[in-house]
C-alpha cells in the first residue's frame, strides 16, 4: 500500500515527466592544468554494443545512463562557454540513449545558479539531478527516487549514501520513514551518517530556487551563503538551497542506498581511485 501523499499538489496528481538535469559550467579548480573537461575525462571502459569492443566510458556517462535506466529520455546540460569538448562529445545523446540539449552560460555563481539556467525549460517538469562529477550506485537509483517522490508527493527526494568523511559532504539527518529533518553543510564533527549527492523533484522546489536567487535577502547575505565552509571553491552550494528550502516548508524525503557509495572525482586522489577501480569494461 503507498503511504499518504504528504504534499497535495494537484498537478502531481498526474506525474509529470521527468526530465535529466546536469551542471557542467564548472572549471575543475581542484584538478588543474587538467587536459579536458571533467564530465568527458575517461573513467573505465564499457563494451560497445555493435563491435563488443571496449571504449573509453567518460565522466558524465555514469551518470546519464541512471537517467535512462529510471526511463527518463531527455536531459539538459548546462555547460559554460568554452567547454565544447562536452557537447562534441554527447551530442544528441544518441551515444547514452537520451535526447540531450545544451544550455550555454557565461558564468556561475555556483551549481544552483547554474541549475537555474535552465530553468525555463524545467518549470513544467520534475527534474532529476546529479552531479556528473560523482560517481554512485546503484543503477536504479532514479528509478527508486521517482518511485518514493510519487509515492509520497514529496517536493524534493535526496539519495543518501553512507559517508566516510562527513567534513567534505552535505550530511541528512532524516526520520525512520526517510523524511528529511536537516541537512548539515560539512560537519566538522557530527553523528550523521548519511549525506546526499542525487535527487528528483518537483516544479516547486525549481520555482523555489528560482525565487531565492533572486530574493533581496539572498542578495544581501551571499557572502555568508557562499563561502569556502558549504563549498571548497566558495560557491553556492545546492545545500544552502535545500536547507532554505526546508525552513521554508518544502517536503523533502530520502532514499538510503545500503551497500553502494559515492565517490566525488574532482579532486586528484579520487579520481584516481576511479581509474583503477574502472579499469574493466562495465
Known amino acids: 500500500m503507498k503511504n499518504p501523499r504528504e504534499h497535495s499538489d494537484a498537478t502531481l496528481q498526474v506525474p509529470l515527466e521527468v526530465v535529466g538535469l546536469v551542471p557542467a559550467a564548472g572549471m575543475a579548480k581542484r584538478l588543474q592544468p587538467f587536459p579536458c573537461s571533467k564530465e568527458v575525462y575517461p573513467v573505465g571502459f564499457a563494451l560497445d554494443e555493435k563491435s563488443g569492443l571496449p571504449r573509453p566510458k567518460v565522466a558524465a556517462q555514469y551518470l546519464l545512463e541512471k537517467y535512462r535506466a529510471a526511463g527518463i529520455t531527455k536531459a539538459f546540460l548546462v555547460i559554460k562557454d568554452g567547454k565544447w569538448d562536452i557537447?562534441?562529445?554527447?551530442?544528441?545523446?544518441?551515444?547514452v540513449g537520451l535526447s540531450l540539449a545544451y544550455v550555454v552560460i557565461a558564468g556561475s555563481l555556483g551549481p544552483p545558479d547554474t541549475i537555474d539556467r535552465a530553468y525555463p525549460f524545467l518549470a513544467q517538469h520534475r527534474v532529476a539531478f546529479g552531479f556528473p562529477d560523482i560517481l554512485f550506485g546503484p543503477d536504479d537509483a532514479y528509478a527508486r527516487m521517482i518511485e518514493?517522490?510519487?509515492?509520497?508527493?514529496?517536493?524534493?527526494?535526496?539519495?543518501?549514501?553512507?559517508?566516510?568523511?562527513p567534513t567534505v559532504w552535505d550530511m541528512v539527518d532524516c526520520e525512520e520513514g526517510g523524511r528529511v529533518r536537516d541537512i548539515v553543510m560539512k560537519p566538522a564533527s557530527t553523528n550523521l551518517s548519511h549525506g546526499w549527492c542525487c535527487a528528483v523533484w518537483t516544479p516547486r522546489f525549481s520555482t523555489f530556487l528560482h525565487d531565492f536567487l533572486r530574493a533581496d535577502e539572498t542578495k544581501r547575505n551571499l557572502g555568508r551563503l557562499a563561502n569556502t565552509t558549504n563549498d571548497s571553491g566558495g560557491d553556492l552550494a545546492v545545500g544552502v538551497v535545500l536547507q532554505a528550502a526546508l525552513k521554508a516548508g518544502l517536503v523533502m524525503q530520502s532514499v538510503k542506498f545500503p551497500g553502494e557509495r559515492s565517490l566525488d572525482i574532482g579532486t586528484p586522489e579520487n579520481l584516481l581511485k576511479a581509474v583503477r577501480e574502472f579499469h574493466q569494461p562495465h
Open 87 to 95: 557537447p562534441n562529445y554527447f551530442r544528441d545523446g544518441d551515444l
Open 148 to 165: 518514493r517522490q510519487e509515492d509520497t508527493g514529496a517536493d524534493v527526494v535526496l539519495g543518501l549514501h553512507l559517508i566516510e568523511d
